[in-house]
């Protein structure tokens, strides 16, 4: 048992978030928070943080290296200066109210100075008993960071196993063990709390029939990615546990310890696996072995987020993957070969089937851990009835007490950008519950004075990333490295791992420091997600920004080319060597910067538009809210009840009363836009408003748009020409307005997945599963003799939804299988309905009579609305016509273009609850920008050179913005505030008179250059 040594927290004073959890949902509530403007407290219990994110192998849909997406995240958490990072600390109680909390902390000592600890190893190699290490798969002793880029990159030691203290710290040539570290209790004043603690993963050992712990070759979906991970126990090589041989055959078994009712299962729908057995299916395929075999054994599969079916069809057509509709009760092993033999039963057939596999994977969900329920005890705050954080049914990151806000799995099963949103979410009600910060009371980000390079000789720092398997799996990064030494002003030439990490960044820092570098050369990920990061590395170290580049050897290298590894090698010296050539031209460069508007413009006057209006305007911000409705409410006036039972129409009622009621918002409705120009923060939007259609122009620093989507209406199954076919919409609305005609109904029939999931419309409408049971349970509360079918491909009742579907089943609601192959057949006679399907249980083809036909339609995109805003606005869409966030997993909120965020049905399908949800989340992600006094535009504009100018109007005419004019002086003027920075004009120019700043022609000729190795 440790001493407490209690001391008073410095900043207990200040204003600030307390963010317990440091997975990706909490890193991410953080950094919202931190570029508020808000200071933050990031705790943990673990060593380090990053979560479970940081284990995995990849992601899907992009199947991207989870660490190289997450690493600049984690990176950025340890040095913001409104953040501060505790690990190995734990709340222990919290008092007080919403916006005045006091919560004790407790820490771990680490025994280790976190700000001295290299990473080095040392003290694991001679004291690995003590040294703690992850424990499970990895053999590799001893290491107590979870993955190459902890956050802190620094070892704990258990110091009761130590037995020579002394010895140990003289192992540490950092001198950083520190002997006396002490358990340390503090108190420190909060204005509100983000929970964002996920969950654990079952543990199938207590599961007596798949050999759970007992089998080698039977592992966990994380034991398996662990295994493909190039920071797991056998550095990227698929192999099985029992011989290290390469499998040819595995299989996945979904629901595991999920969907059940037998001993150690849970009721609920975990909601990834599904996911991720078809990502590490399809990774296998395409890192491994074409000829690998893998089969997934599901119940129903559910890839229902957006773009999520595109990725199952793809895993069926292009990879092979076997799709076997089957829950195999048990695995038996081959004692001597540790192969594995799994007997199912399929739907279609009477006769069971046993086949052998060399591997079998199982895929678990989540679970709350005691730990996390001892939490929810400390914090008051209440759970539901499968211990997850209880939350209000309109406002998903709520809690029982105020002042207390949820994200990420520890509210509900979910994936890795629902967490997000959901940490944005939560970041903007925390933010809430602060003070307003006054424009004048911002302060900017501070950097040292810049170095003035202009008189030094070029020194260029090159740093090569191998991101694991992603690039030093291909290439030979030690060649890359000795190749970009042959240059001579190349000073230092150096592998740095994972590049993007906290000590690898640490460590070029200082190299640059050490040898006076003058520019640097980043051989690694995509510039698109990195390139900010390590251009503020360079403003830490005194180095104007613009003196870096970056070369991207992952994406347009090793990942096109990894079949190809000499011809990637070659390709690998000639991107370099371009990135070193150009590298040589780059020269400081001053960023434009303009006052910010502080105003904000709300696209969509629906419950997602609307949300986020008010969240804005209760943080002081000046929002325009624009509708093109006579009146606000949107879609969701058209459903009476959630499948919760919440009445819909009163909390729309409520909410459009508080919209118009306040007083920094401005609502237009009968309004279009029908221009705009400006550029982030500074942009103005034409308007067309009334009944008149008045023009008006808005001022504004960003942009949400929530126009949402229109409700499905395809011409199939006798939908408006058969007498009795509705859609669930229009059921929704009978169930209110006419309950006599409800329970005189004998038969109903739904048919699920209308106008989905075809070829027409590829994507899963994610809401028509928990539509058609919400509908078929209000029909049995009327009248319990109702006898209701539902006809399906695939239920898809995700998370907690799953509760709604058993008690369907519960109360007699029969669902019937369909396939693409065997849709329903409906049919009129005598003024009656029919509808035929061939049930696979029964083996032959049923006819019902229904006194009402409900069609599960679904929505899609309003093409002509996302289409003319894509085109005014000249942001990028969807095949199937919805907007295209900037990064499907880390940035589902932001869009390509700065200042423009989406939230709601535009963004994708899904229900009332989670388009609120993406709303707070819009008007948090918003707040990081509206909280900053100037909007910076880059360097990268339009400058023309007087003397070459021949003013012959082909830049004015070129220029798609309208930028370019004529002065008094006679030659070409390009105003540095309005340039877009395209360089269409520059291209144009037949006088050469126009350079686009970092990009101008000698640093492209300098690139040409080195990639056809000539000497510049």
């Known amino acids: 048992m440790q001493n407490l040594d209690k001391k008073d927290d410095k900043q207990s004073d200040k204003d600030r978030v307390l963010v317990i959890g440091g997975g990706v949902g909490g890193i991410r509530a953080a950094l919202d928070l931190a570029e508020s403007r808000r200071d933050v407290l990031l705790i943990d219990k673990s060593y380090s943080i990053g979560g479970l994110m940081t284990q995995l192998d990849r992601t899907f849909p992009t199947n991207n290296c989870d660490l190289c997406t997450v690493a600049p995240d984690l990176s950025a958490s340890g040095r913001d200066r409104y953040l501060e990072v505790k690990p190995m600390t734990r709340v222990e109680r919290l008092t007080g109210v919403a916006g005045d909390f006091t919560a004790t902390l407790v820490t771990e000592p680490r025994f280790i100075d976190i700000d001295k600890c290299t ?24 290491t107590c960071m979870r993955y190459p880029q902890a956050t802190p990159y620094a070892f704990s030691i258990d110091m009761d196993k130590v037995e020579d203290i002394a010895e140990l710290q003289k192992v540490c ?96 729908c975990s909601g990834v696996c599904c996911m991720y057995a078809l990502k590490e299916a399809i990774v296998t395929k395409e890192r491994f072995e074409e000829e690998i075999e893998t089969t997934i054994f599901y119940m129903d599969m559910r890839t229902y987020g957006k773009d999520y079916e595109r990725y199952f069809n793809r895993a069926k057509d292009e990879y092979n993957v076997r799709m076997i509709r089957s829950r195999p009760h048990s695995i038996i092993e081959n004692t001597k070969t540790h192969d594995l033999s799994l007997t199912y039963a399929l739907e279609e057939e009477a006769l069971q089937t046993t086949e052998e596999f060399d591997m079998v994977v199982l895929s678990t969900g989540f679970r709350v851990g005691d730990a996390t329920i001892d939490l929810a005890n400390k914090l008051g705050i209440e759970l539901n009835e499968h211990n997850f954080a209880q939350t209000d049914h309109f406002n998903s990151v709520k809690t029982s007490r105020p002042g207390v806000y949820v994200c990420g799995v520890y509210e509900s099963p979910k994936d890795i950008p629902e967490t997000i949103v959901q ?58 490295i000795e190749y970009a030494k042959t240059n001579s002003d190349v000073a230092v030439a150096k592998a740095v791992g994972y590049g993007c990490s906290a000590e690898s960044m640490v460590q070029i820092e200082s190299l640059i420091l050490e040898h006076g570098l003058n520019r640097v050369v980043i051989g690694g990920c995509s510039p698109r997600t990195h390139e900010s990061k390590f251009q503020d590395l360079l403003r830490r170290v005194g180095l104007n920004r613009y003196l870096v580049e970056i070369v991207n050897l992952r994406d347009q290298n090793t990942w096109p080319h990894r079949g190809q590894p000499e011809l990637a090698q070659e390709k690998a010296y000639k991107l370099l060597q371009m990135g070193i050539s150009g590298v040589r031209k780059n020269h400081p460069l001053m960023d434009n910067t303009l006052p910010m508007s502080q105003n904000a413009l709300v696209v969509g006057g629906g419950v997602t538009g609307m949300t986020a209006a008010l969240k804005l305007a209760e943080q002081g911000v000046r929002t325009y809210l624009i509708e093109r409705a006579p009146a606000l409410g949107g879609l969701a006036q058209s459903i009476s009840k959630t499948i919760e039972g919440d009445d819909v129409g009163a909390f729309i009622t409520d909410l459009v009363e508080r919209v118009t009621a306040h007083e920094n918002i401005h609502v237009m409705t009968r309004s279009i836009i029908v221009d705009h120009s400006g550029m982030p923060g500074l942009f103005k939007t034409g308007i067309h408003t009334g009944v008149r259609m008045t023009y008006m122009q808005i001022d504004h620093g960003v942009t949400i748009l929530a126009t949402g989507a229109l409700a499905n209406r395809p011409k199939e199954y006798g939908l408006d020409s058969l007498n009795g076919v509705v859609t669930q919409l229009e059921l929704d609305s009978l169930l209110d307005a006419d309950t006599d005609k409800i329970a005189a109904m004998e038969q109903v029939v739904m048919i699920q997945c209308v106008g989905s999931r075809e070829e027409s419309n590829p994507n899963c409408s994610r809401i028509c599963c928990q539509a058609a049971i919400k509908n078929a349970l209000r029909i049995k509360e009327i009248n319990p003799e109702t006898d209701i079918f539902v006809l399906y491909r695939d239920i898809r009742t995700y998370g907690f939804q799953e509760d709604y579907y058993r008690k369907a089943r519960d109360l007699g609601v029969k669902f019937i299988r369909f396939s693409l192959k065997t849709k329903p057949v409906v049919r009129e ?188």
């Open 119 to 142: 990473g080095c190893g040392e003290c694991a190699q001679k004291f690995p008993e003590a040294v703690r290490f992850t424990p499970g798969l990895d053999p590799r002793a001893p």
């Open 829 to 1016: 006679e005598d003024g009656k309905l029919y509808v035929s399907v061939h049930d696979f249980i029964l083996g032959q083809t049923i006819e019902i009579e229904a006194d009402c036909l409900a069609l599960s339609t679904g929505l899609v995109a309003d093409d002509e609305t996302t289409e003319d805003l894509a085109m005014i606005f000249h942001l990028p869409r969807t095949e199937d016509h919805y907007f295209l966030e900037d990064h499907v997993k880390l940035r589902p909120i932001d869009m390509a273009v700065r200042g423009f965020f989406i939230a709601g049905t535009i963004h994708s399908p899904k229900t009332i609850r989670e388009s609120i949800t993406q709303a707070l989340a819009a008007a948090g992600r918003a707040q990081t920008l509206l909280s900053k006094k100037e909007i910076n535009l880059g360097a990268a504009v339009a400058h023309v050179d007087t003397n070459k100018c021949a003013s012959c109007l082909i830049c004015v005419r070129a220029c798609p913005f309208g930028i370019p004019f004529i002065n008094a002086d006679g030659y070409s003027q390009i105003d540095p505030d309005k340039c877009q920075g395209c360089g269409i004009c520059a291209a144009e120019c037949p006088a050469k008179a126009i350079q686009l700043m970092a990009y101008e022609d000698d640093q492209i000729l300098a690139k040409l250059d080195g990639l056809f190795e000539r000497v510049n």
């Open 423 to 480: 940490a944005s979410a939560a970041a903007a009600m925390a933010s809430a519950d602060l003070p307003t910060i006054l424009a004048e009371d911002r302060v900017d980000d501070l950097f040292p004075l810049e170095r003035d390079v202009s008189a030094e000789a070029v020194k260029i720092g090159v740093f090569v990333c191998d991101c694991g398997v992603d690039i030093g799996g291909v290439v030979d990064v030690g060649k890359v």
């Open 173 to 268: 040539k950092a001198n950083a063990i520190l002997a006396e570290d002490k358990t340390t209790q503090t108190d420190i004043k909060v204005g509100s709390v983000v929970l964002s603690v996920g969950a654990d993963l079952f543990n199938p050992d207590v599961l007596d029939n798949y050999g759970g712990g007992k089998y080698p070759n039977v592992v966990t979906g994380l034991e398996y990615e662990r295994i493909m991970s190039a920071s797991g126990p056998f550095q990227g090589s698929l192999a099985r546990v029992s011989d290290r041989k390469r499998p040819k055959k595995i299989a996945w078994i979904q629901c595991v310890g999920s969907r059940g009712i037998n001993k150690g299962d849970v009721t609920y």
